[in-house]
Each structure stands twice: as structure tokens, then as C-alpha cells.
């Protein structure tokens, strides 16, 4: 059974950081390739960012490019996202996502002042 489970969200003024981590299990996580998704209130899940299988090729939405970072230990099998200069804008529900489209329950990022 595939499990992912996210964390490390929270409540954060503008311009800080974050670091979310998934933790993967029941599946090669070495071999899949990786994204992240959120959802704002009331809006379109909107793509984030996505990471290949052995960490090497990156890619991000215009939104977030030069302040998010994707990354990988395919030994913890474990994703993660670090979030920096976090605007209001950011503020949603992050979610870890495989390329088969499946979820975890998410973890929720809240940027205000």
C-alpha cells in the first residue's frame, strides 16, 4: 500500500522559510519520479514542481522559481520542499504527489503577518 505522508507546514510572517518533508513507503521511491502540488482555498490545484527519479532534473512553476527548491534522499525515501521569501500568496495546502497522481493528506502552509 502506497503511503505519503507531509509535514513540516505551519504559520510563517512574509519572507521567511520552511522546509516540507514526505515520507514515502510501499513503493520504489527510487525509481519515481516526484512532485509537488498545492491548493489555496477555493482555487485549482496548481502545480509546483517536479523532481526525477534520481534527483538530477528539476523543474518549477513561474510562481515559485528562485524562491522554491525541490530535493530528494532516495535512501530516506523522503521529498522534500524548501520554501524561501514565502509571500501571502503562498499561503495553501502542499501536497506531495507521485506520477501516478497519487496524494498524501497534505500539509497545510499559512504565510501572514
Known amino acids: 500500500q502506497v503511503q505519503l505522508v507531509e509535514s513540516g507546514g505551519d504559520l510563517v510572517q512574509p519572507g521567511g522559510s520552511l522546509r516540507l518533508s514526505c515520507a514515502v513507503s510501499?513503493?520504489?521511491?527510487?525509481?519515481?519520479?516526484m512532485s509537488w502540488v498545492r491548493q489555496a482555498p477555493g482555487k485549482a490545484l496548481e502545480w509546483i514542481s517536479t523532481?526525477?527519479?534520481?534527483?538530477?532534473?528539476?523543474h518549477y512553476a513561474d510562481s515559485v522559481k528562485g524562491r522554491f527548491t525541490i530535493s530528494r534522499d532516495n535512501a530516506k525515501k523522503t521529498l522534500y520542499l524548501q520554501m524561501n521569501n514565502l509571500k501571502v500568496e503562498d499561503t495553501a495546502m502542499y501536497y506531495c504527489e507521485t506520477n501516478s497522481r497519487i496524494r498524501g493528506q497534505g500539509t497545510q502552509v499559512t504565510v501572514s503577518s
Open positions: 510501499g513503493l520504489r521511491f527510487e525509481l519515481v519520479i
Open positions: 523532481i526525477n527519479s534520481d534527483g538530477e532534473v528539476t
